[in-house]
């Protein structure tokens, strides 16, 4: 089990991940500004994904973050343009992440992986919900940021701020959460660097394992089955 300074470094290290999976270890180095739709960035997923795992040379391990003050409750409006309460979620295991529908190679790599990992579950993915959550409300309308988690699991659920960005700024600081706008060429021609990874949260709405990015589908799923029991 690493230490409570080896998880903090572990958290800086992917705070502002840029959206470029062939360089993991090195300081952010911003992707164009994409332009595809949801599900053309979807489509690319499994090659993306594949292209991911013959550079990286290993899984990195997660971390039990359960005595970190990380996490909390918060609403957000759902791909039907519902507000959405995290807590309403009490009783499963979710995967909450945190990303953008024009990120070109990041959030397509880890929500494929998340996917992977519902489907080694088998039977027992019932009990377990993925949650992506837009760092980039601008852009992401509550129609898109819902058709694009779908894409790759039609029970992923996909949430965004409504509310001018005030809803996101305050969920950042809760989970921790770091995204800035880069190679910005105008208002809706931009990047986003933001953190990768993603947080498991127990069936008691706590917030208790942190998957890195590149973690593989059987190490999450083994850590979710590990909340599943408890």
Known sequence: MLTRSQIAL???TVLLAA????????????????????????????????????????SPKSVDIRKDDIGGDFTL???????????????????????????????????????????????????????????????????????YAKQFNKEFIGLTDTN???????IKQQYRIVSAKTEIKSDTLYNVDHTSGAYLIDKNGETAIFEPYGAESE???????????E
């Open 164 to 170: 001018k960005g005030a809803d996101i700024a305050v």
């Open 10 to 12: 572990m958290i800086s």
């Open 19 to 58: 959206c470029n999976p062939s360089a993991p270890n090195n300081p952010p180095s911003a992707s164009a500004p994409a332009a595809s739709s949801a599900p053309a960035a979807a489509s690319a997923a499994t090659q993306v994904a594949q292209s991911a795992s013959d550079i990286t040379p290993a």
């Open 77 to 147: 409006t759902d791909g039907d343009g519902k507000p959405f309460t995290l807590s309403s979620l009490k009783g499963k295991v979710v995967v909450l992440a945190f990303g953008f529908t024009n990120c070109p190679d990041v959030c397509p790599t880890e929500l494929f992986s998340y996917s992977e990992a519902l489907q080694k579950l088998g039977e027992q993915a019932k009990d377990v919900k993925v949650v992506f959550v837009s760092v980039d409300p601008d852009r992401d309308t509550p129609d898109l940021i819902g058709r």
């Open 219 to 229: 190490q999450i799923a083994e850590d979710i089955k590990k909340l599943l029991a």
